[in-house]
Nanobody, 123 residues
Framework: QVQLVESGGGLVQTGGSLRLSCAAS????????MAWFRQAPGREREFVAG???????RYSDSVKGRFTISRDNAKNTMYLQMNTLQPDDTAVYYC?????????????????WGQGTQVTVSS
């Protein structure tokens, strides 16, 4: 059983930056494909970015060029560097993991989830 804990959320002005972290425990972190999803009030949970165990990455069109996903297998931690933040990025951000080699964009394909961290971008 994998446990995931997100941190790093907060309130930032438009154009600002934040770095989210996801600390994993209880499993062999390096074997998992990891991803970030987000959910705004009244909206469905949506894919943001994913990273495979071989460090392949994938981004949603809405964040490509602004967000960077990375992982440090020695620290069992995944990161999401978010730059040029916009009010539309406001959401709860979730860390998730699945024991597979591909990055899926449907939340239904992931097995483990963190509790989420709130990101609020003020205009």
């Amino acid at each position: 059983q994998v446990q995931l804990v997100e941190s790093g959320g907060g309130l930032v002005q438009t154009g600002g930056s934040l770095r989210l972290s996801c600390a994993a425990s209880g499993g062999t972190f390096s074997r998992y494909t990891m991803a970030w999803f987000r959910q705004a009030p009244g909206r469905e949970r949506e894919f943001v970015a994913g990273i495979t165990r071989t460090f392949g990455t994938r981004y949603s069109d809405s964040v490509k060029g602004r967000f960077t996903i990375s992982r440090d297998n020695a620290k069992n931690t995944m990161y999401l560097q978010m730059n040029t933040l916009q009010p539309d990025d406001t959401a709860v951000y979730y860390c998730t993991a699945v024991l597979t080699i591909a990055i899926m964009t449907s939340p239904n394909m992931y097995d483990y989830w963190g509790q989420g961290t709130q990101v609020t971008v003020s205009s």
